[in-house]
């Protein structure tokens, strides 16, 4: 099965070999007029034919430089430093002569107004300015069509994952803004995927301080890594955009569109997509949203529980997207800066999600280390997913001192799930115990709405005062049936009893939230910063259920599960704390005291009425060993309060087979944790590294007991157990491979975890070691050829405290190549495979396969605006839905369907209307 992956690896392989060849070091030094050395100054060599940046160095501690991967040609050498004048010479490259070294260069000192012009005209590809980097996106080369994902794929510094996520020096993009206005929210692969690459001048990255640091000068805490794409003047005088069709095999289609005006004060955005090979558009944390929140996407086993809140890790990976979805999005965003003192920034996005999913499981269920029973399941499931998401942000500049931000959300989903099984469960000696069917549908309504308001004033430097105010209201209705049949049979296979359920519940739950916090931060001296906050809310849930059983031809209620309850969480919190920041380093203590009252009431009888007091130490330091190297120390503690789900005092059976039942009697869990990190990002050579270590601790852990009755019957109840600690160290390391020109990564991770629980009344615990190593090289140059190779390998053992439960391991591997190559005359080709495989002690067969595909594309139309594609999807009919598990209750293997082997035919054409396009 392996011999196509092989095959394609050395095709990769020999396209990066074949780089290397003819490539040579160019070196040199950096003076001042008195024969100084200059640090830091940025040293470009650009193609003389079209002032591409082809190699890009920054003068170390004695002024020298090294360019290496310099192919022969023609090149203008540029040297740039604040306050001088720019030097530029032209430099003729004979690879042939081997590495070329050069004079000593003098730069002259100039004046910064003039410089600023002369800055412009030579259109520096690189500009480091103290905390940010700027990229000239016209001095990177890029394909015809490209977007702005193929941009920062080029940028030095810059990594662009597979799934869309961005980095730069090494930390995660968490904002991607247009002309310094937000785009369709926080998602930065919206604008990434979407705008095109050749409307973009300038890429910046800086790091961001939030309000209360501009505000206060304080400068303790993590700033978020932003990138602002500056866009060119031209494309601030009209619309862009791009049009695309699609359709396949197998009735495969895909559609997207979308349009874009930009100018000085107004931004407007349209975006569409819509397809049935199930590429949803959205992050996981949108698509999660988007389905009203994570219990909604984890909680289909029909028993109140949610997988997510598993308190025994899991063992397992799922390959790709399962079932077969139809997705649809179309959303707008615009921005209007109205004055300098107004601006709005609004988005609107409706979704839907048509999911078809079919599955079959095998599962062996375990008590006490001993198999007990296996279950065979048969399931199919049919889910609609219907959104409307609409945000708006008032910011008002009152003056230099006072600034108000208002910001506002709203959410309408609904959805409709059927789910159908059909299953058999069997004893170790394969005598058939019991089978039946459980069909659940559940029609679902949910409304969102918050609302957030912050003043600040600053008074002096360092003395500030802010106010927070939320609210928060959400409301979910939802119309639930369960039919249940459930046969069971003696040891002879002969049938005994007969059980069913025939259930319809109506369920309503809202949350309304509301909280205040006020800061006031006052300068102690030069260096140092005491600030006090202080903060209150209400949460107040509201639980109505009306569940009936159909009982001798009609619906009679359930008196134990049809109650309404009110569940209230009041808090209060007083937080202070002293920050000592000089020069390059920076210390912060504090503390926290909070009061938080939790209550239960039923009508007016009070179930639980119980305050819980917490002080919460915490502590920061931090060393900036250069502008671009820290290392920190960071100790904090937090709480996590039981659930509504955990403490409610009901017997919840919609499951006959699966039983939940509720703990009042629930402490909160309170947790320390203590995190050293340390990140460095060499502007030298654009080497980055960061470490990270961790440890936490919960000594009062909330788990999930299991038990079981001499019918296979599950009974599930949380209860606080003992300590639960968990450790991680992980690496990330990437660089240039200069000399073949390419870029190679390394990821690296450990965590060590041990935990409790509870099995048929026996406390055990579970310790949890585990190691993943991904390696990726990939060329910097793509304009012609695109190469990428990865692999993974991830390792699991779980050991438990009692000799009767065996130990779990599993390893998996997985290799990812991905070429493309640019073939002339408007036609592009490449192809990209991912080999997995799985290796489990504890389950029955390894697992693996190969998903390969391919394209071919043509550029179209005189002005290249239009693109004919070919895609060839799973050319060996191999993708499947395929997940394996392993823990100490059970061990289970599923197979999903999904949408296998297709091929495709797309057209796309990129729209502008310019008065005067360039």
């Known amino acids: 099965m392996t011999k196509h992956i092989y095959t394609l690896l050395l095709i990769v392989l020999g396209a990066c070999t074949s780089m290397q060849a003819q490539n040579i070091s160019l070196q040199g030094q950096i003076i001042d007029s008195l024969d100084q050395s200059i640090i830091g100054a940025s040293v470009m060599l650009t193609s003389k034919a079209d002032s591409v940046l082809t190699g890009f160095s920054i003068t170390d501690g004695n002024g020298g430089y090294l360019i290496g991967g310099v192919a022969t040609g023609e090149y203008f050498l540029q040297i740039t430093y604040m306050g001088y004048r720019t030097h530029v010479e032209y430099v003729n490259i004979d690879a042939s002569k081997g590495d070329r070294a050069m004079e000593k260069i003098v730069l002259q000192e100039g004046n910064t107004m003039l410089e600023e012009v002369v800055v412009m005209e030579d259109r520096i590809p690189i500009l480091i300015k103290k905390d940010t980097i700027e990229y000239n996106a016209s001095s990177f080369e890029t394909r015809k069509n490209a977007v702005v994902e193929d941009l920062l794929r080029e940028l030095p510094g810059v990594e662009v994952e597979e799934d869309g996520t961005i980095k730069a020096q090494g930390k995660e993009v968490s904002k991607l803004l247009v002309d310094g206005e937000e785009f369709f929210g926080d998602d930065p692969s919206v604008a990434s995927k979407n705008l095109p690459a050749k409307v973009v001048d300038k890429v910046q990255v800086y790091d ?31 619309y862009f955009g791009k049009a695309l069709a699609g359709g396949g095999t197998d009735r495969r289609f895909k559609g997207e569109f979308n349009l874009n005006r930009f100018d000085k004060k107004n931004q407007v955005s349209l975006i569409s997509k819509f397809n049935n090979i199930n590429q949803t558009g959205f992050s996981f944390r949108e698509y999660a949203d988007f389905m009203g929140g994570f219990s909604n996407i984890m909680d289909g086993n029909d028993d109140g529980t949610f997988a997510i809140n598993s308190s025994i890790p899991l063992i397992g990976r799922n390959n790709n997207t399962s079932g077969n979805k139809t997705t649809g999005i179309v959303g707008l965003n615009y921005n209007n800066k109205i004055n ?150 003696d040891s002879e296979g002969i049938p005994t009893f007969n059980e069913t359920l025939n259930r319809r519940e109506d369920r309503f739950n809202s949350t309304l939230d509301l909280s205040q916090k006020l800061t006031y931060v006052e300068p102690l ?35 134990d599960l049809s109650r309404d309850f009110d569940f209230n969480n009041r808090t209060q919190a007083f937080d202070t704390k002293f920050t000592y920041v000089r020069s390059k380093y920076t210390l912060a203590l504090g503390t926290k005291i909070s009061q938080t009252q939790l209550s239960i009431d039923e009508g007016s009888a009070s179930i639980l009425d119980n305050p819980y007091w917490f002080v919460l130490p915490n502590a920061r330091a931090r060393i900036e060993l250069g502008k671009t190297q820290n290392i920190s120390l960071d100790y904090s503690t937090s709480t996590q309060m039981p659930s509504f789900n955990q403490l409610q005092p009901v017997t919840n059976n919609t499951n006959p087979l699966r039983v939940v039942v509720g703990n009042p009697n629930l402490d909160p869990e309170y947790t320390h944790r203590i995190r050293l990190s340390y990140y460095l990002f060499d502007s030298f050579n654009f080497n980055t590294l960061f470490l990270n270590a961790s440890h936490s601790m919960t000594p009062n852990t909330i788990i999930n007991t299991s038990t079981y009755d001499a019918f296979f019957v599950e009974t599930i109840q949380p209860v606080n157990s003992t300590l639960r600690s968990t450790s991680t160290l992980n690496v990330n390391y990437s660089s240039p491979l200069n000399f073949m020109k390419s870029k190679w990564s390394l990821r690296a991770g450990t965590t060590f975890s041990s935990s409790p629980f509870n099995l048929n009344g026996q406390n055990l615990e579970q310790d949890l070691f585990s190691q993943n190593i991904k390696v990726s090289i990939g060329n910097k140059k793509k304009k012609v050829v695109d190469v990428n190779l990865s692999y993974q390998w991830e390792f699991s053992n779980s050991k438990y405290s009692s000799e009767e439960f065996e130990n779990i391991k599993y390893i998996n591997h997985t290799v990812t190549a991905r070429s493309s190559v640019v073939l002339g005359k408007g036609f592009t080709v490449g192809t990209d495979a991912n080999y997995r495989r799985f290796n489990s002690s504890n389950l029955t067969d390894d697992t693996q396969w190969v998903i390969w595909n391919a394209y071919l594309e043509k550029i179209l139309f005189k002005n290249e605006k239009g693109k004919l594609t070919f895609n060839a999807n799973d050319m060996l009919n191999q993708n499947r839905g395929f997940s394996q598990t392993a823990n100490a209750f059970y061990t289970l293997e599923e197979n999903t369907n999904n949408i296998g082997r297709y091929f495709m035919l797309t057209f796309s054409y990129n729209l502008s209307f310019f008065s005067k396009e360039k």
Do not use: C
């Open 208 to 238: 961001e301080k939030t309000d209360e640091q501009q505000f206060s000068g304080l400068e303790v805490g993590e700033k978020d890594k932003v990138m602002n794409l500056k866009l060119k003047e031209e494309y601030k005088q009209g």
């Open 525 to 559: 001296g030069k260096f140092t910063r005491w600030s006090n906050s202080y903060e209150f809310g209400n949460k107040l849930n509201k639980w109505d259920n009306e569940t009936e059983d159909l009982e001798n031809g009609t619906y009679q209620e359930v008196v």
């Open 340 to 489: 300098d003192v107004f601006k709005i920034n609004t988005n609107y996005s409706f979704n839907m999600v048509n999911d078809n999913l079919i599955s079959d499981s095998r599962r062996t269920n375990f008590v006490n280390g001993v198999p007990l029973f296996d279950r065979t399941e048969n399931r199919t499931s049919n889910s609609n997913y219907y959104a409307h998401n609409a945000y708006a942000k008032l910011t008002f500049e009152l003056d230099t001192t006072q600034k108000i931000v208002w910001n506002n959300t709203f959410g309408l989903n609904k959805s409709k799930a059927d789910n159908n099984s059909s299953y058999t469960n069997t004893d170790q000696e394969n005598r058939v115990t019991d089978n039946g069917t459980n069909d659940y549908d559940d029609d679902r309504n949910t409304y969102s709405l918050s609302s957030r308001l912050s003043y600040r004033k600053r008074f002096k430097p360092g003395r500030t005062l802010s106010s927070v105010s939320k609210i928060n209201y959400n409301a979910n209705n939802s119309d639930a049936n369960t039919q249940f049949d459930n046969q069971y049979y």
